[in-house]
């Protein structure tokens, strides 16, 4: 089993299981947020944009995130995500605390947590327009090449096996056909389709999708929501999914809505 | 499989036009730059060879400017001044001395020559001597005349050409209405003897009314001699002036370092201009691709990596940009030295701009450390783009 040791401070550290991303299977809990609270400052004014949030995330679990503009659903969502530190509480994931340890993570200890545990899909899909969809999907093995259960990623060969598990991956997304067109080619619901592969190319633990659909009309919206569903079924992946739209946000197992940074019940 | 060269490559796609200028600016910097080092190889190695191909290190001549002394060792013309033939002999008695070959220039209006005439130089040389200082000349047809009385000419290589002239045909000096046989013509050899016609001394001194004149004396110096110390005492024959090849190629030199200086300033412009443009093109598409950036972070891009990135695109723009400019400047260097003639008040007879595979390199090698240079600032900014703050941008 590798591990990767990610130094919170100068006396701790936190194992990360690569190929288990130290959440031990017994566990059932992918994550556990406990007064979590973001205090964003504008001049004098404080803004709390996430107000003592709690809550808990269990693995396999498929959790929309909806509320106003401004409810403070990107905030949590990017808290959670690791791509942002709290002003204070804790975060867990699986047994192991990345916040609440009093001192903010580094930019280069949140990568790693990032690129270890998370895949993101955003409204704007974000794919590079100069390269195919094959090159689009196996771009975050460039900057790192996890260790998968499923394919062994082993020395020179790790290139293949990282094609393989893209075309693998463009192939369940019905993208088969697609892999050596550019961007500009594909339709918006193909481009978000592409954009999942590349989320899941690290085999994550945890997909976060911010407003996946706001950019695409309904049919193809529909068409998202029922990939996430499969995806969370068959893959049992855990899936954070931040939108406005109610449809999406039903077909998740539970909804939390958000309102002046608060869960509101 | 894709890698960080092809991502960074695809990039400067991106923007063709943009990345296009950028390339042509930093050829025309390598242009520069190439072409001035082949200028300041090329030009001293041809100043060398002339002098060289005088096939003396030491000329005296009557007391003048050395300016025009240097003139008329270097491109010929008429003698200003002229000195007795009797300081051959008390030369001749100097130790450091191993031969020693007097010389009368003289010149005449031929209306013939050209369109509407020009100068045609007559050299006087000693038949005895000055065959064994110029060893190095090699006859297309015929040979050296023998006797120091005769009226023989051997013809220059493009003397000759210019005459329409070989061996066996008459040529009448204007003015003097004297005909004389041509008895040689000598091969190319891309110093000024090629516009040379030469006759022994002695009947240039009787055709023009110069007995027991000359107008210098080509000295070659033993090899263990002091060159110093024997121009000194050559300054004490009275009105006589000293021109060592050396102080000749110093004095070229020194009024080359000026025109060098200028060029080189330019170069430098030239460089940092083409520097600020790949700043600039770089900076451009970074703050461009800001939340891409962000992206590729939160994909699990390093630091590191991003700066990568963004410094693999700076070094392929400058590595294409010095390719190109090194082309060029190996390409048309025949252009640029004829430009160059142009503009220097002397230029050597061989080629001025030498560019070699070294040279080429060299200019590669300081494109690439400039594209290094240049890529520091956005690539650090590049790599210093946050996540959070791109997708707070999006959201914005």
Not at chain 1, 99 to 108: A, N
Not at chain 2, 115 to 134: C, H, Q, R, W
Not at chain 2, 136 to 145: T, V, Y
Request: include cysteine.
């Amino acid at each position: 089993m590798t591990t990767d040791q990610i130094r919170i401070n100068s006396t701790d550290t936190i194992d990360i299981k690569t190929d288990a991303i130290g959440i031990d299977s017994a566990n059932t809990i992918s994550i556990n947020a406990q007064n979590l609270k973001k205090i964003y400052r504008r001049g004098s004014e404080e803004i709390c944009a996430v107000n003592e949030v709690s809550l808990e995330i269990k693995k396999g679990e498929y959790v929309s995130f909806i509320g106003p503009s401004g409810s403070g659903k990107t905030t949590l969502i990017n808290i959670l995500g690791c791509l942002d530190n709290p002003s204070s509480g804790m975060l867990s994931i699986g047994q192991k605390k990345v916040f609440g340890e009093g001192k903010p993570l580094s930019e280069k200890l949140l990568t790693k947590i990032r690129r270890e545990l998370f895949g993101y899909i955003f409204q704007k899909f974000y794919l590079i327009p100069t390269l195919t969809v094959i090159e689009n999907v196996l771009l975050p093995c460039i900057f790192y090449k996890k260790e998968v259960a499923d394919i062994k990623i082993n020395g020179n060969n790790s290139d293949v096996a990282a094609m393989q598990r893209g075309a693998a991956l463009l192939e369940m997304l019905g993208m088969e056909n697609r892999m050596d067109h550019l961007p500009g080619q594909l339709s918006g619901g193909e481009m978000q389709r592409v954009a999942v592969a590349r989320a899941l190319i690290n085999k994550p633990e945890i997909l976060l999708a911010d407003e996946p659909t706001g950019n695409l009309d309904s049919a193809r919206s529909q068409e998202i929501g029922r990939l996430l569903r499969e995806l969370n079924r068959k893959e049992q992946l855990t899936i954070i999914l931040v939108t406005h739209n109610p449809e999406l946000a039903k077909s998740a197992d539970r909804i939390v809505e958000l309102r002046d940074g608060r869960v509101f019940v | 499989m894709i890698s960080l060269y092809k991502v960074s490559y695809k990039n400067i796609l991106r923007k063709k036009t943009r990345s296009a200028l950028t390339i042509v600016g930093i050829a025309l910097s390598a242009w520069v730059l190439a072409s001035l080092m082949g200028f300041n190889k090329g030009y001293e190695a041809a100043l060398n060879k002339d002098i060289d191909n005088m096939g003396f290190q030491v000329m005296l001549m009557a007391k003048g400017c050395p300016y025009e002394a240097a003139t008329l060792m270097l491109k010929g013309g008429t003698g200003l001044r002229y000195l007795k033939e009797s300081v051959v002999a008390s030369i001749l008695s100097e130790p450091e001395v191993e031969r020693i070959t007097p010389m009368l220039m003289q010149a005449v209006f031929d209306p013939n020559k050209g369109e509407s005439g020009g100068i045609s130089a007559y050299l006087g040389v000693d038949p005895a001597t000055f065959p064994n200082m110029k060893t190095f000349l090699e006859f297309k047809q015929g040979k050296w005349f023998t006797d120091p009385q005769s009226f023989e000419v051997v013809m220059g290589y493009e003397s000759a050409e210019l005459e329409q002239r070989e061996v066996g045909d008459k040529l009448l000096i204007p003015e003097k209405n004297v005909e004389l046989t041509v008895v040689g013509v000598l091969k190319r050899t891309g110093t000024q003897d090629d516009g040379t016609i030469f006759l022994p001394i002695n009947t240039v001194q009787k055709i023009f009314g110069k007995e027991g004149e000359i107008t210098s004396v080509g000295i070659k110096v033993k090899k263990e001699a002091d060159i110093s110390k024997f121009e000194e005492r050559l300054y004490t024959i009275p009105d006589v002036q000293v021109v060592s090849l050396a102080q000749v190629k110093q004095t070229i030199m020194n009024l080359m370092s000026t025109a060098k200086v200028m060029v080189f300033s330019i170069a430098v412009v030239a460089i940092l201009i083409a520097m600020v443009g790949v700043i600039n093109t770089i900076l451009m598409s970074v703050f461009e691709r800001f939340q891409e950036i962000g992206i590729l972070k939160s994909m699990g891009a390093m630091p590191g990596d991003i700066f990568k990135l963004i410094w693999i695109e700076t070094l392929i723009l400058c590595f294409l940009g010095g390719v190109a400019g090194s082309t060029m400047a190996y390409g048309l260097s025949k252009v640029t030295e004829i430009l160059v003639r142009k503009l220097l008040p002397y230029a050597p007879t061989g080629s001025l701009i030498q560019l070699d595979v070294k040279l080429i390199c060299i200019t590669l090698i300081s494109v690439l450390i400039i594209g290094l240079i240049s890529g520091l600032y956005p690539a650090w900014r590049a790599a210093s783009v946050r996540p959070l703050e791109s997708i707070r941008s999006d959201i914005n």
